[in-house]
């Protein structure tokens, strides 16, 4: 029986190199839990599925830049159009509840700051909330008085998992710039590690076997291994038509290759999405 994939979200967090000697970006990566049921061990952006409460009625009163109408143009093929929305409220919420960052704003459109001590501790009890389901995101937005500027939030590419997988997700990538005043920290459960890394050092590991990621990062980080600014590459995503992006797994001679729509063949280390577990 085919699974039909689960619309998901994921943000690729950018900043400029640290090392002012450096012109380049660096984009964090989060690594998957090795007991996770989806790409164990592997290399990824912060994301997750889209939740209910992401497109809930109301949830209009928090956003700022972007509309129901707006973004069901822009994500036109979405099965369910009332979900456009919650693609990217989506994408923050998870981003928040996996590695910490909140891309919200307060009501003087100033960028949420997490320093303070006490805030720390405060914004840590929300995330833990979120991620045991004792809370809904809406109740920190309404706790906090934060609104969610999602026009800050720029769609890059669309990639579905390939059909003969039981885990399947129709993923929507966003690129954003690392706010300021905020620290990554991974939640320990979902990933065990995060790196900043440049776009082209992440091709160079994953070339030697020492970073592990799955064709969607691959081919996200060759987009934009080019630029060299953050600008840049929300520039280029401004400007860029997004089609859905479905590979299939292929036999050819003898191993299992993926190949792309356009009939390109990716066989380096071909990523293991998930298989069903021998207990099953």
């Not at 919650?86 to 700051?113: C, D, S, Y």
């Not at 906090?144 to 997700?169: G, K, M, N, Q």
């Amino acid at each position: 029986m085919q699974v039909i994939p689960a619309d998901a979200s994921t943000v690729m967090l950018l900043r400029a190199c640290p090392d002012a000697g450096i012109k380049d970006i660096e984009i964090l990566m989060v690594r998957r839990n090795s007991k996770s049921s989806f790409v164990p061990g592997y290399h990824v952006f912060p994301g997750g599925v889209v939740d209910p409460e992401d497109f809930e009625v109301g949830i209009e009163r928090f956003i700022r830049g972007i509309d129901r109408a707006s973004a069901t143009r822009i994500l036109s093929d979405m099965p369910r159009p009332e979900k456009a929305l919650g693609a990217w409220v989506a994408a923050i919420r998870e981003t928040f509840e996996e590695v910490g960052v909140l891309l919200a704003q307060n009501k003087n459109g100033a960028p949420v700051t997490i320093r303070a001590e006490e805030k720390r501790r405060r914004f840590c009890d929300y995330r833990k909330a979120l991620i045991e389901g004792k809370m809904h995101f809406s109740e920190v937005l309404t706790a906090e008085e934060l609104l969610l500027p999602l026009d800050r939030l720029h769609y890059f590419s669309h990639w579905i998992t390939p059909e003969p997988f039981p885990l399947r997700y129709d993923v929507r990538f966003f690129v954003t710039q690392m706010p300021p005043d905020q620290d990554v920290m991974h939640d320990g459960v979902e990933l065990t590690g995060h790196v900043w890394i440049r776009p082209s050092e992440a091709l160079r590991q994953y070339e030697q076997g020492i970073l592990d990621m799955v064709l969607p990062q691959i081919m996200t980080l060759e987009n934009i291994k080019r630029f060299q600014t953050v600008a840049d590459v929300i520039d280029s995503a401004r400007k860029r038509h997004v089609p859905a992006t479905l590979t299939k797994i292929k036999r050819i001679e003898g191993k299992d290759v993926e190949v792309m729509p356009n009939g390109s063949v990716f066989e380096t280390r071909l990523p293991v999405y998930s298989w069903p577990d021998q207990n099953d």
